[in-house]
């Protein structure tokens, strides 16, 4: 990876709200292809790590760098053609189609009064047969299950076309196959070169997709680098406060567990 430019880079970032520091020292860097995990307990930061990657809260020290670039020096739809946002959810009471949704996704690249052409729409169209949803595409998304949204949510930044993709739990409300489906067009993604940085509760997922890891605990970065080697049982133990039992299954796959009485 030496000498390549990262999509997305933090060096030294201090992340918080009004001025109240939550994490600092942050360090990452997302590379073309990868896919990097964060994980931590609940209220630690990561969101608010990533509205700050997006430069949508303000560094509280150190910073961003999108494809090399300052986020300080970029404009809003420079940042959207480097990194696109996969909310934890969406809440709207306007019923879009689906498909005007993933529309403002592909219109994020335009200038403020370009309308979206055919080549909009039909990038749209891809990226929700790429989640096999394509026949959402005229439904009223207030209509929609709360996994149904997520996949449009993921649709939207699939479609704005950026080199990378920042994901918020994005199979949280998923059931089984969703889950399955939206993780194969993870890997997908990062196959096709895009880099995705995601925030995920469990650590099987993080092992399963993931090339590398990033722990998150309170006010810091506790260990970052390869899946294998960070995730140790010892650093999620203490990531969590419950003693975790790592076992690698037969397919090689890593599995974690806790305390089971
Ligand atoms: N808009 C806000 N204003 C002030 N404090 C906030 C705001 N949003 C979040 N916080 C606080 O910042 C801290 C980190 O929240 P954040 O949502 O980034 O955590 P998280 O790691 O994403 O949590 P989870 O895993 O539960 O989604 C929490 O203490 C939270 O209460």
Not at 166 to 182: C, H, Q, Y
Not at 218 to 227: E, H, K, Q, S, Y
Request: proline residues 6%; charged residues 20%.
């Amino acid at each position: 990876m030496g000498g390549v430019t990262p999509l997305v880079e933090a060096r030294g970032l201090a992340v918080g709200h009004g001025g109240r520091t939550i994490l600092s020292g942050v360090g990452l860097s997302l590379h073309h292809g990868r896919i990097l995990c964060l994980l931590g307990p609940n209220g630690v930061g990561k969101t608010t790590l990533f509205r700050t990657l997006l430069g949508l809260l303000p560094p509280l020290g150190g910073e961003v760098l999108l494809g090399g670039s300052p986020l300080a020096g970029l404009g809003r739809s420079q940042v959207a053609q480097r990194l696109a946002y996969v909310p934890q959810s969406l809440a709207t009471p306007f019923a879009w189609r689906a498909l005007d949704l993933v529309l403002m996704g592909a219109a994020t690249r335009l200038g403020p009064f370009a309308r979206p052409g055919p080549a909009d729409t039909a990038r749209a169209e891809a990226a929700l047969a790429l989640l096999g949803i394509g026949d959402l595409a005229t439904a009223e998304i207030t209509r929609l299950s709360g996994g149904q949204r997520q996949m449009v949510l993921l649709a939207r930044a699939i479609a704005q076309g950026a080199e990378a993709i920042a994901m918020d739990e994005p199979t949280a409300s998923l059931d089984f196959a969703n889950r399955i489906r939206v993780g194969k067009a993870i890997r997908g993604l990062a196959a096709r070169g895009l880099g995705v940085l995601m925030c995920t509760h469990d650590p099987d997922q993080a092992a399963e997709l993931g090339d590398e890891a990033l722990l998150i605990e309170r006010g810091g970065v506790l260990a970052a680098g390869p899946v294998a080697e960070v995730m140790t049982a010892a650093r999620l133990t203490r990531l969590y406060d419950i003693p975790v039992r790592r076992e690698a299954l037969p397919e090689g796959r890593l599995h974690f567990s806790g305390p089971s009485d």
